[in-house]
C-alpha cells in the first residue's frame, strides 16, 4: 500500500525580479512591478509531497519528524527571513517562484531519503501557487 | 524543466439548477433545494493550473498578467454579479459546477496560448469543489 | 467569571440590490454591478456572538447544541438556497448584508434566550463582512 | 466528458500512536509525543474526490446529497467525537492518518457506487496532509 | 499611542466533558457526543492579543520573541499532545474550551508582564470559538 | 442604526527593522532575524473596519466602491511592491507592522470621510495581527 504525505511549513523572504541578461525596459516589461529595483516580498508557504509504503508496524509513511528537521536546516534556515537574490544559488538565477521550487524540489531530492520526494508545491501568495515534479 | 502555475480568481453568481428535459417531480428529486425556482447563488472561486517549461532567461512559466488579463475578460466579466442561467453558455446547458468548469476550461483551451492549460477547478463553497481536464 | 462564544454557520443565497424609491439611475449609480437586474448570490457566513456567565458546574456559557437548533430554524432555513428578494422581510428593506445582519440579530435577539446575543457578524466574501451589535 | 467532484467532511478524535509489537523505548522513538499514553487529538478534515462522466441531461458526476449521506454514515457516526484506538477497525491497526485514509478509502471504496472514487485526503493539521489512491 | 497585537499558536490535545456533580444521564444530556467516555480531541488555536504604548525608538507593542517564548513554556508545552483530563488544573473543573480560555488567560495575566493581556481567544473548530477578557 | 463594514485588501512588500539611534548589537538583539540588513518581506492584509448609520433608502453603511477607490490610491499604489524602508514615511520611522498600522488609520481618518473608520488590523503573516485605532 503506497500513501501520501504533505507537509507545509512557512518562510518570508524578500527578492527582486530582474534577469541581468534582459535590458532595463525589458525586464520592465517581463516583470512589471515584480522589477521595482528595491524589492518585495511574500510569505510563502511551501508544500512537500513525499510518497512510500506505508510501513506494516508502525503505518507510517516516514518520519514527521526527520522530515521536519530536514526542511527546518535546508529550507527554513536557507530562506526565513533572507533577501532571496543575495543567496548564492540565486546569483545566476531569477528568484521566481518557479526557480524557487525548482531548487527546494533538488535539495529534498538529493538529501531527503527516507520517502521518495514527489512534488515540491510553493505558494506565492493566497491567489498563486507553483508545483515542480523533477519533469 | 517543466513547471506548473495555480492562479485564482473568485466571482460571485447565481444559479438555478433546473433541466428542461426533466418533469418537476424528477427535477426536485434530483437537484434537492438547488431547484428552488427562485435560485441562489456563491462565491466561486476558480483556478486554473498551466504548465509549460520555465524560461531559462525569464525563469517563469508565462507572464501572469497576460493570464489575469484573460480571466479578467473571458471568466470574470462574462460571470461576476451575474445569474449564470441568462447567459448564453447556459441556455440549453445546466449551470451546474460540472458544467461552470468545462465551459472555463474550453474557454481557456481555445483562446489561452501561452502556455498548456492542464486542468480548471472551481470551489463552490468551502466544502465542493470540481475539476475538469480535458478527458 | 464572564466568556464569549462565537459560532458560526453558512448559507447560500442569491439577492439584487435595488431601492424601490431611487430612480433606475440612480440605483445603477449606488449599486453598481450588484444593481444587476437577474441577479447574483454568495456563501454567506454567520457568526451569532454569545456572552454569559461560565456556569460553575459545566463549565459552559450555553448549551451548543441549542444555539445550533436556533440557528437551523431561524437562520438556515429561512436563507440558504434562497433568493433573498423573494422574503417577506426583505419586501421594503434592500437585502444588503448591513439588512441583514441587522434581521438576523433582531432574530437571534428576540428568541434566544440561553445566553445574551452580543453581536452578529455576516461574511458576504472573504474581503468583506459586516456587524451589528444591537446600537 | 470526465469531470471530479471533491467533497469536505470535518470530524474531531483522538488517537494515540502506540505499536504493540514494539518496544516502549521503540514507541518513544517512532512516534515521539504522539506516544503520550493519554493520548491527544485533532480536528480531521476528510476529503473525497470521485470521478465520472458529467451527465448529459443532469450535468453532474454523482449526487452530492447521496455522497453526503454515505459519508455521514460510514464516516462521521464512525470516527466523530470518537477515541479512534476504541474502534474495531484499530485493535490491531496503530490509527496513524495514513491507516485511516486507507480505511475511509476502502469504506468508500466498497460501498459507494454511483461514482468512482479517485482518491481520499485525510488534513491531520493544517500543516499535515495524507492521500491514499489505491495503489 | 496604543496598539494592540495579536500572536496565535496551534496545539493539539484531547478532553472529555464530564462533570463530577452531574449524574450520568445528565451528563449525557448536557455534554450530548462530547460525553463519550473515551475521550475525543481538536486542534486548538489560540490567540493571545496584547496592548501597549508603541515604543518611539523600537515601534513595537512588545518583543514577540518573548511573547512566543512565554507561551512555548506556559502554553505548549503543558497542551500539546496531552489529554487535558489529566492535566492538574482540570482536576476539579471541566475542560471545557471556556475554561481553557480562562486558564490560558491567568497564565499570561499572571506571568506575562511585557505588555497588557487583553484578551484571550480559542478556536476548537473552525466553527467555534471561545473568549475571556478578565470580566 | 449603526453597523460595521470591515473590508480587506493584500499587498506584498519587503521591509527591514533597524532603528537608527540603536547601536548594530543592540539592534540584532531587539529585532532579531527582522534585522537582517538584506531585509524579508510578507503578503501583508490590511482591513479597515468603518462604521456608520445605515441609510434608510440604500441599506447600507457606505459606498464600496469608494472605500476600495481610497484604499487602492493611498494605501495599494502606496505600499504594494515596494520596499517599506525606502518610502518618505518610513525615513525616520521603522516600519514595524504597529507604525504601518498607524499610518493606514492615519492615511483613512485624514482622508475617507464618507464613514467613520474605526479601526484598522494588518496581519504579517497568518499569526501575527496588529490593529490601531486611534487611541
Known amino acids: 500500500m503506497k500513501a501520501y504525505l504533505g ?3 512557512r518562510f518570508a523572504s524578500s527578492h ?31 508544500e512537500v509531497l513525499v510518497g512510500g509504503e506505508v510501513d506494516a508496524v508502525t503505518g507510517m509513511v516516514c518520519d514527521l519528524v526527520e522530515l521536519d528537521r530536514f526542511a527546518q536546516k535546508h529550507v527554513l534556515e536557507a ?34 531519503t527516507a520517502a521518495k520526494v514527489e512534488r515540491v508545491r510553493v505558494e506565492e501568495t493566497s491567489n498563486n501557487s507553483f508545483e515542480y515534479a523533477g519533469e
Do not use: M
Open 79 to 112: 530562506y526565513d527571513h533572507q533577501n532571496l537574490n543575495t543567496l548564492d544559488v540565486f546569483q545566476n538565477l531569477v528568484p521566481t517562484t518557479e526557480n524557487l521550487c525548482r531548487e527546494i524540489y533538488r535539495v529534498f531530492h538529493e538529501g531527503f
Open 7 to 9: 507537509r507545509r511549513w
Open 16 to 46: 527582486r525580479l530582474h534577469a541581468e541578461s534582459l535590458s532595463a525596459s525589458e525586464n520592465a516589461s517581463v516583470y512589471g512591478k515584480c522589477n521595482n529595483p528595491h524589492g518585495h516580498g511574500h510569505n510563502y508557504t511551501v
